[in-house]
């Protein structure tokens, strides 16, 4: 079982440039039923993508493919003629908020907002927009979201995932594909790989991931992935002591960082003594969850929390 999308959600693309296109074709790759594109300039053409799939030899999997995605003025219309219930966005940074709120006053269930450098102003604005829609906003600036063999959207590298039975959440895209790596390597595979995007102002937290692999019945354990900065972290681990029924590993980003200066992302930034990996990490440890002492033990540790 998977959360927030699976074989049978269709995905629109917003933004449909050079970094649309290229991961709009990995995603086709891999099995992800792109079913459109949102471009007003183009409304009324199509983009053609062709090529090897990423599961080729695989039995009921075609070994190539050619789709003509047809390209529509506004994401309601796209809907309205596809049926889609997911987005992905790759709007450039100045328009990515209105292209998010335009998406959730379509109607659409997941938008996955790839784009970096959003303003936080705007992003405050969106969240607000968004708090009275059944809408749910992975991002932005975040990997995305993967079930493995079954569809991504965003930007993983499909091939080192597996279909298996660990939840991941995680601030860090590259931290996320090494964790999922180390997992697929153990044979302990994922359920469902959720980057939640490393920003101050974010669609979804930890806790709205945690309660939704606490609920799945396939899913047997969770590495929670963060880093220096805000105090998710924390609320997570506070959530888990009380609620958690699964394992859970973690591992915090940060542990060097100096305080004040900002480290990869924007929400990565030790301000007013607070946001410390320090402190994150006794949080964690306070409420029973293995902590991995370094990203290479990310594995290892979900593997010690299972017993």
């Not at 003025?73 to 328009?95: C, K, N, Q």
């Not at 937290?205 to 396939?218: A, I, R, S, T, V």
Request: charged share 20%; with cysteine; aromatic share 4%.
């Amino acid at each position: 079982m998977s959360i927030l999308i699976n074989k049978d959600t269709k995905v629109i693309v917003q933004g449909l440039g050079k970094t649309g296109q290229f991961h709009t074709d990995k995603a086709i790759a891999y099995g992800t039923q792109m079913v459109g594109a949102v471009h007003p300039s183009k409304a009324g053409t199509t983009h053609v993508f062709e090529g090897a799939t990423d599961h080729s030899g695989v039995p009921g999997r075609p070994d190539n493919y050619r789709v003509e995605l047809p390209i529509f003025s506004s994401v309601l219309e796209a809907i309205e003629e596809t049926g889609a219930d997911a987005s992905v966005v790759y709007v450039p940074p100045p328009f990515a908020a209105d292209a998010i709120m335009e998406a959730a006053e379509s109607g659409i269930r997941v938008i996955v907002a790839v784009t970096e450098g959003v303003p936080v102003a705007d992003m405050v604005r969106a969240k607000r927009y968004l708090a009275d829609k059944d809408t749910r906003l992975v991002g932005p600036n975040c990997p995305g979201v993967i079930t493995p063999g079954e569809i991504k959207i965003g930007i993983m590298p499909g091939y080192i995932h597996q279909p298996g039975k660990i939840g991941v959440i995680s601030r860090s895209g590259t931290l996320t594909y090494e964790a999922v790596y180390q997992l697929t390597r153990l044979g302990l595979g994922q359920t469902t790989a959720v980057g939640i995007g490393g920003d101050p102002v974010n669609g979804t937290n930890f806790l709205d991931m945690l309660k939704q692999f606490n609920d799945d019945p396939e899913t047997e354990g969770v590495v929670m992935i963060g880093e220096i900065g805000g105090t998710a972290e924390e609320d997570a681990a506070e959530w888990i002591k009380d609620n958690m029924t699964k394992p859970v590993a973690g591992f915090i980003a940060g542990t060097t960082a100096p305080a004040g200066k900002r480290m990869g992302h924007a929400g990565a930034i030790i301000s007013g003594g607070k946001g410390t990996a320090a402190a994150k990490i006794a949080a964690l440890h306070a409420a029973g969850i293995e902590v991995a002492e370094t990203p290479t033990d990310m594995g290892a540790a979900m593997v010690r929390a299972m017993g």
